[in-house]
């Protein structure tokens, strides 16, 4: 099976792919460019900011939670108007948003990084009912944020150990207990980017470097994988009519002259259904 390219845009940092349901669309961001992305049909859309952004849930038809480096805010897709929810480590100049996305009790999810990477200067956060709650800290690359179909999971990675972790939740979505290691790619030093889980329960992570997006079985065992013509792919995510479209993100950041296909987004049809994202609840 082999990708398709869905905007031939070169991302220098794509990320953050979100289908919103309602109004069947895919959104996505260039980090370093601080552009929110999206296509109607065969016209490209974009936006400016004036600070990074990285990853969003959706509210309503028009208006999406996005994170940035200073805040989370509501951002209305027709007035482009910004309504701030809370800060996000706005007080801290080395640090940036990451990898994020909405948790089935509409809480959001969303990790911190340095923005070069600086060792440790990264967590991973949870807004919920008003209040932004730190959950894991001491993280140099936020990544991995997903759930799984039963309410029991969620799964999340510091990319640079090369493992994704699982910890389990409780009845209001908050982690319950210690994180366990759900897939460990440090024999075979792959960088586990963001993924995404399926109606199945399989994970499907994006491994910057190695130009596929793999899945795994609900006990961490590896099915398979789809090949893709970006190196650095970033982050999957699921839509289309019937949510058997994977997306796909990636970069050109850190390549030496980057070929044309970096940096696009991509995607391809599958026969496995993927999850709905869930509606962020402010």
Known sequence: MSMQVFDNRNCALGEGPLWHPVRQQLFWFDINAKKLLSRDGARALEWQFD??????????ADELLIASETDLFVFDLNSESQTRIAPLEAENETTRSNDGRADPWGGFWIGT??????????AIYRYFMGEVRKLFDGITISNAICFSPDRRFAYYCDTR??????????????????????????????????????????????????????????EGQFLSAIECPALHTSCPAFGGAELQTLFVTSATQDLEAPAPEQGRTYMAELAIKGQSEHQVSL
């Open 113 to 122: 990084m340095g923005k070069s990477a600086e060792p440790g200067a990264g």
């Open 51 to 60: 600070r990074h952004v990285s990853a969003a849930g959706w509210v309503s």
């Open 161 to 218: 150990m090369w493992q994704i972790m699982r910890t389990s939740l409780d009845e209001h979505g908050w982690p319950a207990g210690i994180s366990e290691i759900f897939i460990d790619l440090t024999a075979e030093a792959l960088n586990p980017d963001g993924a995404v889980i399926d109606a199945e329960g399989c994970l499907w992570s994006a491994q910057w470097g190695a130009a596929r997006v793999a899945r795994y079985s609900p």
